[in-house]
């Protein structure tokens, strides 16, 4: 509990930089179209302004619900897979053992006699240049 946020760097894994939205990255007037600059200056300004604006009341309005329901979500599925999911595959490989040295005791019977019979047939062979 003792961990602290930092308010500077909000994203420090990168797991949001595709959600890259800047006025740059969304509008641009190529050579030869050009609007009034002071259009140009005011899009600018508006389109900050209203991105800036409504991340934050929606943020306000909704994001600590979202954190509360997600850390649930996250604590319901660390809880998931250190008292059932984990359990499980161990007992699954426990019992798997016994059928694992059947299926190896099967195949050395059957395919055993089969692969050393090739590997003295092809060992044989000598390769020359000639």
């Excluded at 959600?19 to 179209?33: I, L, M, R, S, T």
């Amino acid at each position: 509990m003792g961990e602290q946020v930092d308010l500077m760097r909000r994203d420090p894994n990168e797991l949001n930089c595709h959600v890259k939205a800047e006025f740059e990255d969304v509008f641009g007037e190529p050579e030869g179209v050009r609007s009034i600059d002071c259009v140009w200056k005011l899009a600018f300004t508006c389109f900050n302004l209203c991105k800036g604006l409504c991340y934050k009341i929606t943020t306000l309005l909704t994001g600590i619900c979202i954190a509360m329901e997600l850390g649930c979500t996250f604590a319901e599925v660390a809880y998931t897979h250190v008292w059932f999911v984990t359990p499980c595959m161990k007992l699954c490989e426990i019992n798997c053992v016994p059928w694992r040295k059947c299926f190896f005791i099967c195949i050395d019977c059957c395919l055993g006699p089969l692969c050393e019979s090739c590997g003295l047939m092809l060992s044989k062979i000598k390769i020359s240049k000639a």
